[in-house]
């Protein structure tokens, strides 16, 4: 089970952290990340963490302002969302795959296993 946490309004400009905690297996050796979505949208790729060996991947439209990172004691993957944009208001989604990701893999939602609840992100301009 995904449990996710964190979101909010902020002003542009601001920042916020999402934290995605693990429970009932560990993800020790997985892919963890997460995605986002809009009214209307399909739901996009934003930034993924390879457990095993720290590797990230980021979206285009997030890299340089968002940071992903991982605690392992607490099994939990952090969203550290920086310099917000209105364009980055969305509902957003932890996600976990069974095994490593990579490649194209890593940006197609069907991939992943599990996912937690998604939380509202809403940027003012």
């Known amino acids: 089970q995904l449990q996710a946490s964190g979101g909010g309004w902020v002003q542009a400009g601001d920042s916020l952290r999402l934290s995605c905690a693990a429970s009932?297996?560990?993800?020790?050796?997985?892919?963890m990340g997460w995605f986002r979505q809009v009214p209307g949208k399909e739901r996009e790729f934003v930034a993924v963490i390879n457990w095993s060996d720290n590797r990230t991947t980021y979206a285009d439209s997030v890299k340089g302002r968002f940071t992903i990172s991982r605690d392992n004691a607490k099994n939990t993957v952090y969203l550290q969302m920086n310099i917000l944009k209105p364009e980055d208001t969305a509902q957003y989604y932890c996600?976990?795959?069974?095994?490593?990701?990579?490649?194209?893999?890593?940006?197609?939602?069907?991939?992943?296993?599990?996912w937690g609840q998604g939380i509202q992100v809403t940027v003012s301009s």
């Open positions: 009932g297996r560990t993800f020790s050796g997985n892919t």
């Open positions: 996600a976990a795959s069974s095994k490593v990701l990579g490649g194209p893999l890593l940006y197609i939602k069907s991939v992943y296993d599990y």
